[in-house]
């Protein structure tokens, strides 16, 4: 009685063995997706569309456009879907100002069907209270995690990180809370007026911002999870800057991108 008790435990303890390296050998053949974000600072042209697409690794992705800081303008909605059909692309829309008699499927169906999502310029300060009113934002952290591209330019590029610098409100630029999938903050348009830079950096001097980076029109970062993975440009002008304090006084380092086109 004593051998066969020592016979079963034994079966049972080999094919618990068993069962651990099947999971262990799935685990390892079915890796995490890699995260994605693509931002530039207010450009999104052609060189950012083809750089998109190979991202995706799709020969003809489905790309979903989300114009929420626009409120849904149809103009900006036709502009972005005019630019992405000159590609190999499914482009689609993903309005927020809908209603249930015309829109058959959930914001997450729509979203989570993409290779893509991308989000145009706006007002970020609008944008962010309607994804969070619908769950569009918690939507969009399970797209990333899923390895779908998440990337835009300008209030599209300030929602993927804490916050950023904003024309989204009256009088003067702010800051403004975002998504934090990203650390630190952004301000895009960063050479666009004589005050954005150095407002910028009066604000990460002051502690009214974190540090983080400032981008020129049509220069951007590629980051992989939360890091940078490439700085990249769209002309020989355009830079990307790192504005940090050091030693009670503000620093900003340019990092020099790759030129895309």
């Known amino acids: 009685m004593i051998r066969r008790k020592f016979i079963t435990q034994s079966a049972i303890a080999l094919a618990g063995l068993s069962f651990s390296c099947n999971m262990l050998a799935a685990a390892s053949s079915n890796p995490k997706p890699l995260k994605k974000i693509l931002v530039t600072g207010g450009a999104y042209g052609p060189p950012w569309i083809k750089y998109l697409i190979g991202l995706t690794g799709k020969e003809k992705p489905k790309i979903c456009v989300l114009p929420t800081a626009s409120g849904d303008n149809q103009g900006y909605i036709n502009y972005?879907?005019?630019?992405?059909?000159?590609?190999?692309?499914?482009?689609?829309?993903?309005?927020?100002?809908?209603?249930?008699?015309?829109?058959?499927?959930?914001?997450?169906?729509?979203?989570?069907?993409?290779?893509?999502?991308?989000?145009?310029?706006?007002?970020?300060?609008?944008?962010i209270a309607l994804w969070q009113a619908h769950g569009i934002d918690k939507i969009l952290k399970t797209a990333w995690e899923k390895g779908i591209v998440l990337t835009g330019s300008s209030a599209g590029a300030i929602c993927w990180f804490h916050e950023g610098l904003s024309d989204s409100r009256p009088k003067a630029l702010s800051s403004v809370k975002s998504l934090g999938f990203l650390k630190g903050s952004v301000s895009p348009h960063y050479h666009s007026s004589p005050t954005r830079a150095t407002t910028y950096q009066d604000m990460v001097l002051k502690g009214d911002i974190k540090p983080g980076y400032g981008l020129d029109e049509n220069a951007g970062l590629y980051f992989e999870g939360t890091a940078i993975a490439k700085v990249l440009a769209s002309d020989a002008k355009s830079k990307v800057y790192q504005v940090s304090v050091e030693s009670g006084a503000i620093a900003e380092k340019i990092l020099e991108p790759t030129i895309i086109s």
């Open 80 to 127: 972005m879907l005019d630019n992405l059909k000159k590609f190999s692309t499914e482009p689609y829309v993903q309005k927020v100002f809908i209603e249930s008699s015309t829109q058959k499927i959930s914001f997450e169906e729509s979203l989570l069907a993409a290779d893509a999502i991308l989000v145009p310029g706006g007002n970020i300060l609008d944008m």
